[in-house]
């Protein structure tokens, strides 16, 4: 799940994937999986707009989707919900769909299993794994069985923490159908959702009513709740659709300010908070602040506060946006008025690190150009990847310096039709295992911008690894590092590098640090921008766009560089396109060579 827009082709591909997966697990003609796999390909390459081909009624089909898939995306499209998968679902063992996200284990060796020992659950394939069982079975041996008991080990520790955008997708839809419930006065997103946690464990939503036990009820029978744990008069546990467990509370509307307050948390935030309230003869929880020196929640005894603001007001301190409730640093800088003025992702001009169909990317320059036009962007840097990188169809040098023309002729079309949007032309290029980059000095000063990322080598030790991005940070070519830690939240770890040093690095260079917002990355690292600041390091937010659907990774970058307590003087591409070419061409100057 990936993508913040309704039904659409990724959707509907997916969907066709999952058929393919469920048949295969049923042990059915793999002609037929493999027909769905083909529509899903076919989709993705589909120009055409998905409402326009799968229309009802529509005769004409496109190459590679027979009738019976045609009339199946017809159904989506038009009821946004299939019977013939949801029927396959049901006819197949949740357990064996579960071990789908075990490492190693596809839908052959799942169905193996199932046939030779019956196994339908997670626990029953531990168990066998336990006993030896698996090792003896043809196809499998020793080491399959030891890497399905680590991938089980390994799913065990992720599967109760989401990515901020999975949980986002769930959540939004919810709330949404929350507030337009006519007995909810005020509802939100509360918990690590609302402070942009990069990975959260559950969703809680809050809100106030005068009916709870209808809020309840209506809550747990929503579209995108598969199953409900527990269920009171004002609270509800429940898990949505993909696994994310949500909580709902309701409160009365006074309470409402507080409540939010303390389940917004963190609870380290929390702490200190109140702290704060017994220190001024107060008593602050989830139900008000009161004038108490013992726990209570009389109403007599209320400081009356309408909002969140007011609460913070009453122990003295400036309000604290949420992003900013981690118990680190925020409350020495709202006792004295002097919390960041954080950025908005509306002050955000594009981003300078993306690929288009020249590499890895799906979709072409006129494309990304339409796209991000639309979205408001006033400029879009295209850095596709760099000749290490065969996998992704790095550009080999003269293909670069073909792209370079093109994006320089699109520019000067844009130009001549008096359109304000411009491409910013660049490159990501890897980092070699020693520090040297993909391309010569000379290549890369053809280039306005150059992206600078480490791809490969992750092994290497942590002296190593710092070492060889601190190279690339002092080439005076490099504007950007590119993802700092190669991390991809709950899958991979990140390589080992020393990040102040490579801070330092940047601070001494003029180069700058992005904060790649794949939500699989978010990277570097919230916790490390505030270090970042104080050295007069610059922050690029960019998505690292691979598809036009993954501009709004945007919005959620801004979230996590709001943790980071970055200012809109703190990102680079806040800036208009010419002061952005000017900084582009500073770090080269600085660096005592000529402006081109
Ligand atoms: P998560 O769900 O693990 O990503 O993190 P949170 O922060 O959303 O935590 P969660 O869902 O357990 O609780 C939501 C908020 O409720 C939490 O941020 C602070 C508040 N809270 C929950 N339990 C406690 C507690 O025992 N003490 C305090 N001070 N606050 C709590
Ligand atoms: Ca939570
Ligand atoms: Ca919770
Ligand atoms: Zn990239």
Redesign the pocket.
Known sequence: MFYLYTVNKEQVAQVLNDIATLLDLKGENPFKSRAYVNAARALESLNESLEKVFAPGTEEHIKGIGESIHQKIVEMMATGRLAYYDDLKASVPEGLVAMLAIPGLGSKKIKALHDALGITTIEQLEKACQEGKIAVLTGFGEKTQANILQGIEFRRQYSSRHLLIDALVAAEPILERLRVHPDVIRCGI????R?S?E????V?FLASSKHPAGIIEHFTKLPGVASVIAKGETKASVTLDGGIQA?LRVVSDAEYPYALA??????EH??VM?QRAIQRGLRLNEYGLFRSDVETRDPKLLVVCRTEDEIFQNLDLACIPPELREDKGEFAAAEKNELPRLIEWTDLKGSLHNHSTWSDGHATLHEIAAYVQGLGCAYWGITDHSLSQFQASGLAPARLREQIIEIRQINEEFAVEGTLFRFIGGTEVDIRLDGKLDYDDDLLAQLDIVVASVHSGFQQSEEEMTRRIIRAVENPYVHIVGHLTGRLLLEREPYKVNQHAVIDACAANGTWIELNCNPYRFDMDWRLWHYAKDKGVKCVISCDAHRNENAGFLRLGVGVARKGWLEKRDVINTLPYDALMTELKRKRARAGLLLN
């Open positions: 509360a918990g690590s959702l402070r946690k990975v959260v464990g559950d809680d909580d303390y389940f917004t948390g963190s609870k929390n702490i109140r």
